[in-house]
């Protein structure tokens, strides 16, 4: 019993046992002092530059950032309630009937819900509707925009004074109208329409609405025609930002 306490007496010195845990303690409480002062001047640093903060997985020891959740569109429920019309108004052309779309609710929801992803943060003030198929999602937009709509006709549809834009077609000329009071210059205008192909009416929408000197001009279609030869977004202004939901 002597000899084992005499070799405990020797390989355990108990006064160093206590320096070393002072020690490691002190240590300690320095380094929890210096983790404290890097999260105070991180969280200072944050609110001056406006930045998120960046959480981290304790588990796996990764950083992660939360990204909101981006829907995607279903093109495919679209595609299987588009009805396509061959040779119509004339030969050769291949007439996309987008009312088929509208009379879906599934379809016509997600045109909307598509929509108003892309610009719910615009600051849009009012929808330009391109008679007559583009008077449908320009008002069901407004709804969810908080925005106005307004109506471009052709002639003699609207009741008051009109201002007015011609533009030349295949066969001759073409001519569209808003009211003369419809836009202002605090305006942020999105105009429209239900398909791009060659953009000619388009253009001259976007012209039209130009001349009441809005804020911004955004041009919006349900389908572009792409494999047909068309080249309709090269016709637009390079100011005037235009999206479209489906590429044909």
Request: aromatic fraction near 8%.
């Given at each position: 019993?002597?000899?084992?306490k005499?070799?405990?007496?020797?390989?355990?010195?108990?006064?160093?046992?206590?320096?070393?845990?002072?020690?490691?303690?002190?240590?300690?409480?320095?380094?929890?002092?210096?983790?404290?002062q890097?999260?105070?001047?991180?969280?200072?640093?944050q609110?001056?530059?406006?930045?998120?903060p960046?959480?981290?997985?304790?588990?796996?020891?990764?950083?992660?950032?939360?990204?909101k959740?981006?829907?995607?569109?279903?093109?495919?429920?679209?595609?299987?309630?588009?009805?396509?019309?061959?040779?119509?108004?004339?030969?050769?052309?291949?007439f996309?009937?987008?009312?088929?779309?509208?009379?879906?609710p599934?379809?016509?929801?997600?045109?909307?819900?598509?929509?108003y992803?892309?610009?719910?943060?615009?600051?849009?003030?009012?929808?330009?509707?391109?008679?007559?198929?583009?008077?449908?999602?320009?008002?069901?937009?407004?709804i969810?925009?908080g925005a106005?709509?307004?109506?471009?006709?052709k002639?003699?549809?609207?009741?008051?004074?009109t201002?007015?834009?011609?533009?030349?077609?295949?066969?001759?000329?073409?001519?569209?109208?808003?009211?003369?009071?419809?836009?202002?210059?605090?305006?942020?205008?999105?105009?429209?329409?239900?398909?791009?192909?060659?953009?000619g009416?388009?253009?001259?929408?976007?012209?039209l609405?130009?001349?009441?000197?809005?804020?911004?001009?955004?041009?919006?279609?349900?389908?572009?025609l792409?494999?047909?030869?068309?080249?309709?977004?090269?016709?637009?202004?390079p100011?005037?930002?235009?999206t479209?939901?489906?590429?044909?």
């Amino acid at each position: 019993m002597f000899h084992v306490k005499q070799i405990i007496s020797k390989t355990f010195d108990a006064q160093s046992f206590k320096k070393g845990c002072i020690k490691c303690f002190a240590v300690k409480v320095k380094l929890q002092q210096f983790v404290k002062q890097k999260r105070i001047k991180s969280c200072k640093k944050q609110k001056q530059t406006g930045k998120k903060p960046i959480k981290r997985n304790k588990k796996k020891n990764k950083i992660s950032i939360n990204l909101k959740h981006k829907k995607v569109m279903n093109n495919q429920l679209l595609l299987d309630n588009l009805r396509c019309i061959p040779d119509w108004p004339i030969k050769g052309v291949n007439f996309r009937d987008v009312s088929t779309l509208f009379k879906n609710p599934a379809s016509l929801k997600e045109i909307s819900d598509e929509m108003y992803e892309l610009y719910k943060d615009k600051g849009i003030t009012k929808i330009v509707g391109i008679e007559s198929r583009g008077f449908v999602m320009s008002s069901a937009l407004a709804i969810r925009l908080g925005a106005g709509v307004v109506l471009c006709r052709k002639p003699g549809k609207l009741p008051c004074k009109t201002v007015q834009e011609s533009y030349a077609k295949e066969y001759g000329i073409d001519t569209i109208e808003i009211h003369e009071d419809a836009i202002n210059e605090n305006d942020i205008v999105l105009l429209h329409d239900d398909l791009l192909a060659t953009g000619g009416t388009m253009k001259a929408a976007c012209d039209l609405v130009k001349k009441f000197h809005p804020k911004k001009v955004y041009a919006n279609f349900i389908i572009e025609l792409v494999n047909e030869n068309f080249e309709g977004r090269k016709s637009f202004d390079p100011d005037v930002e235009v999206t479209t939901l489906l590429q044909l």
